[in-house]
């Protein structure tokens, strides 16, 4: 399997010839250490810097942050088996059948939300 790196964020910004000062004065920042930080993975941006980053970079968070995504997705979708192993044993009403076929949907569809589309 390939490897994937946690972030992207360091070959998008060099890509499009942006220097750490630059990119953090578009982020709202007072200096680079935080650009650093979250380009070697010493630091999680949050949502709204996360956000700037798409807009500055024309990029989904998802293809940003791919090993990430990808961590956090395999991490989710082993929680999703143990609920559905919980919900199994629950008494089966019209809800809980529901609720296990959306979360069997979750299991079998790799990198999609229920309802989305790829």
């Known amino acids: 399997m390939a490897s994937t ?4 964020l360091r070959m998008f910004r060099k890509r499009i010839g942006l220097s750490q000062d630059e990119i953090a004065f ?23 810097i996360t956000l700037a980053y798409e807009v500055i970079f024309g990029v989904p968070a998802r293809r940003l942050f791919a090993g990430l995504v990808d961590e956090i997705e395999e991490k989710t979708k082993h929680r999703v088996q143990l609920l ?14 529901y609720k296990l076929a959306m979360l069997k949907t979750l299991i079998s569809q790799p990198g999609t939300e229920p309802g989305e589309d790829k």
Not at 26 to 47: F, I
């Open 84 to 97: 559905v192993v919980k919900l199994s044993k629950q008494k089966q009403d019209k809800m809980t059948a």
């Open 26 to 48: 578009l982020l709202g920042s007072e200096d680079a250490a935080n650009v650093s930080r979250y380009e070697t993975n010493g630091a999680l941006p949050g949502l709204k």
């Open 5 to 8: 790196l946690q972030n992207y």
